[in-house]
């Protein structure tokens, strides 16, 4: 029997943090289940128990328990991530009742706590006259997406969500609580900002906030629309497409998605555009779509706090789901074609995967680079294959990631030095894909040798 199962462990837990520490040990109690669940069930084990500290304090003293004792941990946000599972050897620590944004005016940025949520984070900045780089999920946990990258829905304006840490409260592998701070710990500064969850475990990030204005209107909106035409029409539109998303003198960014939406579930092609320029120069910068005489066309300003409401039923917990995600340095229109005869044969072979979709996502300026040197390294890539993998049958658990790997292998070409890897989407493959440039992933390990030499937070970095 482990020893993590042993009660007295738990006993000592309660002693040093305190008997109002929250911890969860009965696996089949409905709170244990629902804190369990996750957005994905790949890989999903079942700890030995759910620890719930309610302040940073908890979490130090947690993190100090499970060091001195040799307790293996992953931590929970969000619950987007596949990596944040671990089985009856460790714990899972749940920042859920630990959370909060306070935000700074004057100062230009806002401090973010624990687990609090994208969406919770766009509405403070926003009811402050401010926003900030965020993705598509108003659930994703805020700070593990700036951590690992954090690709942006704002990329050409503000850059990735890396970009925005001022500084950090973190744990590190001894269990110490250390502030980091351009001052105090320059390299680590640089290591957490793209490749943060390696590190330690991170309580409290310090970030920019951009004022509203900068999205070129007065009412903090963003143009958001939509294309919908049937597949049998996708050459045409993915060569206009192909002009539209090369043309830089425009701000045009989004997705074209070959999926089956519900509720008819027929195969089609859909453009989910944004502009962040003007919006009142959207319908001219989309007239080539309009031109096509989509199925269906829609558009108009959405407030930015709002601009992911519409994506709700992809957040939902449960079924084998994950992004398959690669960099790209431009668009290939027969490649494309390609990858949809991949999703026709994919929901052929394994219906329980018609929720699947093959995206490619495009942002026709490159991102804002920061004056900083950090792990973040894809400043140099606009265009992504973003498949949103997503099936229900576990016995097309191996299939349907042979279908993703083809879509991927297809959009990559045979060309290393064509694409990237982002590590908030893929861990496996060479690392030399997610952290790139000259001496960068030198440094990275050497810095992960430092801070975390045996792999406390993982081992990737070591290996």
């Not at 002693?15 to 709170?31: C, P, R, Y």
């Not at 706590?113 to 993705?135: H, P, R």
């Amino acid at each position: 029997m482990s020893k993590i199962l042993q009660p007295h462990l738990f006993d000592e837990l309660r002693a040093q943090a305190g008997s109002d520490l929250e911890i969860l040990t009965d696996q089949g109690s409905s709170k244990f289940q629902e804190c369990a669940k996750r957005w994905t069930d790949i890989d999903r084990q079942t700890p030995a128990a759910i620890v719930l500290p309610e302040s940073e304090d908890h979490i130090h003293k947690t993190v100090q328990w499970a060091v001195k004792s040799s307790i293996p941990f992953v931590t929970k946000s969000g619950g987007h991530s596949e990596w944040s599972t671990i089985n009856e050897q460790g714990i899972i620590i749940d920042l859920s009742k630990y959370s909060g944004v306070v935000v700074n005016a004057s100062a230009r940025k806002a401090v973010v706590k624990g687990s609090i949520l994208s969406k919770e984070v766009a509405t403070a900045l926003a009811k402050e006259g401010f926003f900030t780089a965020l993705g598509n999920g108003n659930t994703v946990g805020a700070i593990p997406y700036f951590l690992g990258g954090g690709a942006s829905i704002t990329t050409s304006i503000t850059g990735f969500g890396s970009d925005q840490i001022i500084s950090a409260r973190m744990i590190d592998a001894t269990g110490s609580l250390i502030e980091v701070t351009e001052e105090t710990e320059p390299d680590l500064l640089y290591a957490i900002r793209g490749a943060g969850q390696f590190f330690g475990l991170v309580t409290e990030l310090t970030i920019k906030a951009t004022p509203l204005t900068e999205l070129d209107n007065d009412q903090g909106v963003i143009w958001v629309g939509a294309f919908v035409f049937p597949l049998d029409r996708a050459k045409d539109v993915a060569i206009v497409m192909k002009d539209l998303m090369d043309d830089s003198s425009k701000p045009t960014a989004g997705l074209m998605m070959v999926q089956a939406p519900p509720p008819t579930r027929n195969p089609s092609l859909v453009i989910a555009a944004r502009f962040t320029g003007n919006p009142n120069e959207a319908d001219i910068a989309y007239k080539p779509l309009y031109d096509l005489k989509p199925l269906v066309a829609k558009g108009g300003p959405v407030p930015i706090q709002n601009t992911s409401d519409g994506r709700e039923a992809l957040a939902v917990k449960g079924g084998f789901k994950r992004f398959g995600v690669v960099g790209l340095r431009r668009f290939d229109v027969d490649g494309f074609l390609k990858t949809i005869e991949v999703w026709k044969r994919l929901v052929a072979e394994c219906p329980d995967a018609i929720n699947t979709a093959f995206n490619f996502q495009w942002d026709s300026r490159f991102p804002k680079a920061p004056d900083f040197e950090s792990a973040m390294s894809l400043h140099d890539i606009k265009y992504w294959q973003n498949n949103l993998i997503w099936h229900t049958d576990v016995n097309n658990r191996q299939k349907v990631d042979a279908f993703n790997d083809e879509s991927i292998a297809i959009m990559r070409g045979p060309d290393v030095t064509e694409y990237a890897d982002f590590q908030n989407g893929t861990r496996t493959g060479p690392i030399e894909l997610r952290f790139r440039g000259a001496g960068k992933l030198e440094k990275l390990r050497a810095l992960k040798k430092k801070w975390d030499p045996t792999g406390v937070f993982t081992r990737q970095l070591l290996e």
